[in-house]
């Protein structure tokens, strides 16, 4: 089957650091996107790695390890309003359809 | 410019009623997905237009769900005669070509009673 991993829940601290990482075992791959929900609104692209290595846009990054099937986004300076879910997504297959994780609830506190 | 938007934005039904939902995409994006989110479980691909036909239907649950995208504009979601296991939000992205970013919209709350 196809399936992605992700941890359900992490909490930090304002200004500080967090990584949410993402493992995938999907019958195809063309590359890893990540969405940012908030409340249950429209999720939101934040970033896209079609190949090995990291992507950096303002505070957050995205990494992309295809050998071993995991990549991992990373938000710096955290500020209150990140607080949201975050999707790890496969593109995969010909007609580009996402296959979504489950999701990663961030919760900052100050 | 408008982003994907999706009516209604809720809905409450039946068990046995018919709702449909509704599409629009950012105009001039061919491709068009549906996608769902069950109560507590991960966003699940529904199926894929490129304008008006459709790509890849794989993730249509039964026969109760039809899709249409006349034109090759907006897109209707019909679900014909609704179950409980039905409810969830339906998700709406859209994009300029495959593969590229997806644009979703605030997606349709759908509570089958």
């Known amino acids: 089957g196809q399936s992605l991993e992700q941890p359900s829940e992490v909490t930090a601290v304002e200004g500080a650091i967090v990584q949410i990482n993402c493992t995938y075992q999907?019958?195809?791959?063309?590359?890893l996107s990540w969405y940012q929900q908030h409340d249950g609104g429209a999720p939101t692209f934040l970033s896209y790695?079609?190949?090995?290595g990291l992507e950096e846009t303002g505070r957050f990054s995205s990494f992309l390890s295809r050998s071993d099937s995991y990549g991992y986004l990373l938000l710096q300076e955290l500020q209150m309003k990140d607080s949201a879910s975050y999707f790890c997504a496969v593109e995969g297959g010909a007609t580009n359809k996402l296959i979504f994780g489950t999701g990663t609830l961030l919760a900052v506190q100050p | 410019e408008a982003g994907v938007t999706q009516f209604p934005s809720h809905s409450v039904i039946e068990k046995g009623q018919t709702v449909t939902l509704r599409c629009d995409p950012i105009?001039?994006?061919?491709?068009l997905y549906w996608y769902r989110r069950v109560m507590g479980k991960e966003i699940k691909f529904l199926l894929h237009f490129v304008k008006e036909s459709k790509q890849d239907e794989s993730g249509m649950p039964n026969n109760r769900f039809l899709a249409e995208r006349t034109g090759g504009t907006y897109s209707t979601l019909k679900v014909q005669p609704a179950e409980l296991e039905d409810s969830g939000v339906y998700f709406c992205a859209s994009s300029l070509r495959g593969p590229d970013i997806q644009y979703f919209g605030a997606g349709t709350r759908l509570s089958v009673l």
């Open positions: 790695n079609a190949l090995d």
């Open positions: 999907t019958s195809g791959f063309y590359g």
């Open positions: 105009s001039g994006h061919d491709n």
